[in-house]
T-cell receptor, first 114, second 109 residues
Framework: DADVTQTPRNRITKTGKRIMLECSQTKGHDRMYWYRQDPGLGLRLIYYSFDVKDINKGEISDGYSVSRQAQAKFSLSLESAIPNQTALYFC?????????????FGEGSRLTVL | GQNIDQPTEMTATEGAIVQINCTYQTSGFNGLFWYQQHAGEAPTFLSYNVLDGLEEKGRFSSFLSRSKGYSYLLLKELQMKDSASYLCAVKGSNYQLIWGAGTKLIIKP
């Protein structure tokens, strides 16, 4: 089983619908992140959380919200989806015990907004 | 502004050596990462450089020159399974990662 699990893996929805992408991890890491990936662009940070009571906006947080329900769970919501939110979304975790702070990614959630 | 540049696509032959370059301009530097990403899959960590020089890990090596804002990933004895995108990312002054768009590496028999 994957250490970082995302659900759903694929979702097609319509403009204006509310969508939630969920992420859970068994790595015991405190830090969790949501990124989106678009063709021809680097990964872009949406939100990140360093512990359950800490939520921070990334570079592209507009139109998104997050909830850190527990150390192991970090959800991303699109309150009213729009077509330019069509992308591949990745959840990631990291831990201070790794000097580099390397990220461990989930398998991705492909979202299509029609 | 902050910028990471890498070639969009490269082609190499099975068994050969390939070097993927990454140049960066960032406000602050706290380390550089290389990740591998197979199509439709998650990125996976390859290497981390924070000091100048070469870090070798099996068939893969990564080099960093902080004064030149330059890194490369060297892949030796290429295998078909090395066909993937290679992502360069820099940890900037606020310790957040700035990502390049990735280099798609195509390996031909």
């Amino acid at each position: 089983d994957a250490d970082v699990t995302q659900t759903p893996r694929n979702r097609i929805t319509k403009t204006g619908k509310r969508i939630m992408l969920e992420c859970s991890q068994t790595k015991g890491h405190d830090r969790m992140y949501w990124y989106r990936q678009d063709p021809g662009l680097g990964l872009r940070l949406i939100y990140y959380s360093f512990d359950v009571k800490d939520i921070n906006k990334g570079e592209i947080s507009d139109g998104y919200s997050v909830s850190r329900q527990a150390q192991a769970k970090f959800s991303l919501s699109l309150e009213s989806a729009i077509p330019n939110q069509t992308a591949l979304y990745f959840c990631a975790t990291s831990d201070l015990t790794f000097e580099s702070g390397e990220l461990f990614f989930g398998e991705g959630s492909r979202l299509t907004v029609l | 502004g902050q910028n990471i540049d890498q070639p969009t696509e490269m082609t190499a032959t099975e068994g050969a050596i390939v070097q993927i370059n990454c140049t960066y301009q960032t406000s602050g530097f706290n380390g550089l990462f290389w990740y591998q990403q197979h199509a439709g899959e998650a990125p996976t960590f390859l290497s981390y450089n924070v000091l100048d020089g070469l870090e070798e890990k099996g068939r893969f090596s990564s080099f960093l020159s902080r004064s030149k804002g330059y890194s490369y990933l060297l892949l030796k004895e290429l295998q078909m399974k090395d066909s993937a995108s290679y992502l360069c990312a820099v940890k900037g002054s606020n310790y957040q990662l700035i990502w390049g768009a990735g280099t798609k590496l195509i390996i031909k028999p």
